[in-house]
RNA sequence: GUCCCGUUCGUCUAGGGGUCUAGGACACCGCCCUUUCACGGCGGCAACACGGGUUCAAAUCCCGUACGGGACGCCA
């Protein structure tokens, strides 16, 4: 048997985050095992839906790296097929005709919830006779139920699970307008689809039931079922909104790799012994929906930045370069020249160990774009002292003096002034340099920096900080 | 309210009757390294929700309680 996962998002406008897991899961199960992975449009609802939104859906997908097998369907697309079967579930008696109003409805929730009972609709029409059916509204057609006995999923994740059918209400499989409700075109096309295996959010273990009485009713092989537990924000509830980013487009924003991503979302309820670095290659050996967990977890921002900051030092420095240069643009208005890029070339390696993410290393790889004079932040001006002035100085002359401007005679010469003119303490030269040539309080290894910036663009930071300190030292 | 599901360090998890004085990772706290921050190295803190069973033996099996979550739409 061929494995066949699907993933069926809903255009929402957004991917979120536990989505992009279920998307995940389905991938790496259906990759894993040799079989397909096909994605559907979840669109039956009008209301809600632009192409924009799917527009997102496909971009995420695309980022995180997850391919599928066939065209992307849209279950609107379908509707005509999923009247046929409401149709045809009527003519064989399983579905019938309901007239009841919403308001009606209401009323019925109403009575249900005060009685203490499960089940909303009272099956009013379950057995009346169409004739008495109301001038002028269009019914709806309704799926029986079975009315005893209990029901059973047995899921993969969650193992046996069975409720009473008095639990299950005639539900809704055509609106009155016509188009198929969620129940019936998920039912119809998984089953067309061929699909073997439901990897879902828990939210769906209730539903499932009412759609194996589809299943039932058409005589279709059921799918294999497994519900993950849902991905919760730090309180505890389901990850929304409110709780922050939620949406992979957000976390692409703050500059996560979707590797980082991916092996986060999959040790989010997922684990494999004691391994935590899990690559996609990795992933598609040992992956198994045996080892997805019952319970829901939390959503842990710091254990996502240390896998980052794994993956950022892992990645090749080409790459980084192109993946910075939107960042260095929006928030330093940096565009990498020539000259900037042969220099953050050379310095990548030193900085990418220190990044947690992309938006920390544009901010550290500045040193090596920018051009004197540039301004100092806080950090930088604390070193900025009249003290330092005479330390920065002496640098700049035995620097100037240096006919080979490489970081061991560098670091020499520093070591040097440090033990002369500043009782011995390295710190107190290389704060001030750094300031310097960083305009902050924060750098790669300098003597490898200085290196790499050259001894022109070095001389200039000195010779403009010093005169900062000239300006400044009156206030 | 009704039904369903869950509960191992702060967080993610390993564990599937004895090898558990419960392992790993992130976070946190020390120390070392050191030119800031970070990285790295070493060490530390810290958990089987509770109560009953079953068993020679339970984190592991069963029941109950508590707490948490999810589902109850002509949304998906």
Redesign the pocket.
């Known amino acids: 048997m061929t494995v066949i996962t699907r993933f069926p998002p809903?255009p929402t406008g957004f991917m979120h985050i536990g989505n992009a897991r279920t998307a995940l899961f389905n991938y790496l199960y259906a990759r894993a095992k040799g079989g397909k992975f096909v994605i559907r449009i979840?669109d039956?609802?009008r209301a809600?839906h632009s192409e924009e939104a799917v527009e997102v859906i496909f971009n995420a997908l695309e980022w995180m790296g997850l391919d599928y097998d066939n065209t992307p369907q849209s279950?609107y697309e379908n509707r005509a097929r999923h009247a046929e079967i409401a149709h045809a579930l009527l003519a064989a008696g399983k579905a019938y005709k309901c007239y009841?109003?919403?308001e009606e409805?209401e009323k019925m929730?109403e009575q249900s919830?005060s009685e203490?009972r499960?089940v909303?609709y009272n099956n009013y029409w379950r057995d009346r006779d169409e004739s008495e059916a109301p001038k002028g509204v269009q019914p709806?057609i309704r799926i029986k139920s079975p009315l005893e006995g209990e029901s059973i999923v047995d899921d993969v994740v969650?193992?046996k699970?069975?409720?009473?059918n008095k639990?299950l209400d005639d539900f809704?499989i055509l609106?009155?307008?016509g188009v198929p409700?969620?129940m019936l075109a998920v039912v119809v096309d998984d089953h067309d689809m061929d699909v073997t295996h439901v990897i879902r959010g828990?939210?769906?273990?209730?539903?499932t039931f009412r759609q194996n009485v589809i299943y039932d009713a058409m005589g279709w092989k059921k799918p294999i079922y497994a519900h993950c537990?849902?991905i919760?924000g730090a309180d505890?509830?389901?990850f929304s909104k409110r709780h922050g980013s939620v949406s992979i487009e957000d976390y692409k924003n703050m500059g996560f790799l979707p590797e980082a991503l991916n092996n986060y979302l999959l040790?989010?309820?997922?684990?494999h012994?004691?391994e935590?670095i899990i690559p996609m290659e990795r992933a598609l050996e040992i992956f198994d929906i045996?080892?997805i967990?019952?319970?829901?977890?939390?959503f842990?921002f710091?254990?996502l930045e240390?896998l980052n900051a794994h993956y950022l030092n892992a990645a090749d420095n080409d790459r980084l370069v192109d993946l910075i240069s939107p960042f260095l643009k929006e928030k330093h208005n940096i565009i990498i020249s020539e000259e900037g890029l042969t220099r953050l070339q050379a310095g990548m390696d030193g900085i990418k160990?220190?990044a947690k993410t992309l938006i920390d290393l544009a901010a550290e790889s500045r040193i090596y774009l920018v051009d004197a004079p540039f301004p100092y932040d806080e950090g930088a001006q604390k070193h900025l002292t009249p003290a330092a002035k005479t330390i920065l100085k002496e640098i700049l002359t035995e620097l100037k003096a240096l006919n080979d401007f490489n970081h061991e005679d560098i670091?020499h010469k520093c070591r040097n002034i440090a033990q002369i003119k500043a009782d011995g303490k390295?710190?107190n030269v290389?704060?001030p340099f750094?300031a310097a040539l960083a305009g902050t309080?924060?750098?790669?290894?300098?003597?490898e920096a200085a290196e790499i910036i050259g001894k022109p663009e070095v001389i200039k930071r000195l010779e403009h900080a010093i005169a900062y300190i000239g300006t400044s030292a009156s206030h």
């Open positions: 809903s979840e039956t609802d809600r279950q009841c109003s919403p409805l929730r919830k203490g499960a909303a709806v969650q193992g699970v069975r409720v009473d639990q809704i609106r009155s307008d409700t969620y828990d939210d769906h273990l209730n539903n537990p849902l919760h505890g509830s389901k040790r989010l309820g997922w684990g012994k004691d935590e045996k080892g967990s019952k319970a829901a977890s939390k842990d710091k254990k240390s160990e220190r670091e390295l710190g290389m704060m750094r309080d924060k750098s790669p290894a300098l003597f």
